[in-house]
């Protein structure tokens, strides 16, 4: 059981991983990110089709890393 969650919270790492990647920069320099942080805060912009999927995606990925990973560290814990 535990070599299992161990291996699934390896994919969830790797996926995580290579979600955070794909995504587009939203912007870049120090001036970018105050604008950004701003534009992201007031909704000015709406996600939509790829950016969206990819957003949900890192959502979920990374709860089910921190989960796997709680899990995993109760096992390790027991034994």
């Known amino acids: ?12 790492s790797l996926g995580l ?4 990647l794909l995504q587009k920069g939203k912007s870049a320099g120090l001036s970018g990110a105050i ?5 992201h805060l007031f909704g000015k912009q709406k ?8 957003s949900r995606l890192t959502i979920g990925l990374a709860i089910a ?11 390790v814990k027991q034994t």
Do not use: C, D, P, Q
């Open 1 to 12: 059981m535990e070599v299992a969650l161990k291996i699934i919270l390896v994919i969830a």
């Open 17 to 20: 991983i290579a979600v955070v």
């Open 35 to 39: 604008s950004g942080g701003a534009e």
């Open 65 to 75: 890393f921190f989960v796997l990973s709680a899990v995993v560290a109760f096992f």
């Open 47 to 54: 996600a939509r089709g790829l950016e969206l999927f990819l």
